[in-house]
């Protein structure tokens, strides 16, 4: 599957964002999701996670209450709703799928990811 992220950009303090990932190649419904983020000089972290259904959803910490994940499997594509975002929501954001059954958060354990997109929130 081929997977491609878009809808980051510049936003201040306490806006909003929502991105996307479409998938193509392969039906998107095979595949637990999740979005990942890294930023400068930091690990890749786990954001959200999705399961096939779209029934299961897991949050960091950080985001709890602000992010939603969510899915359109006709449309083959999954959604990062950012709300009330901050300065250290700062990062390239990635989506990625994988085959197995479970919703990991470790990136190795996703095989497939698309290119990123920049997310820059300004204070």
């Known amino acids: 599957v081929q997977l491609q992220a878009s809808g980051g950009g510049l936003v201040q303090a306490g806006g909003s964002l929502r991105l996307s990932c479409a998938a193509s190649?392969?039906?998107?419904?095979?595949?637990?999701m999740g979005w990942f983020r890294q930023a400068p000089g930091k690990e890749r972290e786990s954001v959200a996670r999705i399961s096939r259904s779209g029934g299961t959803t897991f949050y960091a910490d950080s985001v709890k209450g602000r992010f939603t994940i969510s899915r359109d499997n006709p449309k083959n594509t999954v959604y990062l709703q950012m709300n009330s975002l901050k300065p250290e929501d700062t990062a390239v954001y990635y989506c990625a799928a994988s085959l197995g059954a479970a919703i990991p958060s470790s990136p190795s354990a996703y095989r497939y990811w698309g290119q990123g997109t920049q997310v820059t929130v300004s204070s």
């Open positions: 190649g392969r039906t998107l419904s095979n595949y637990q």
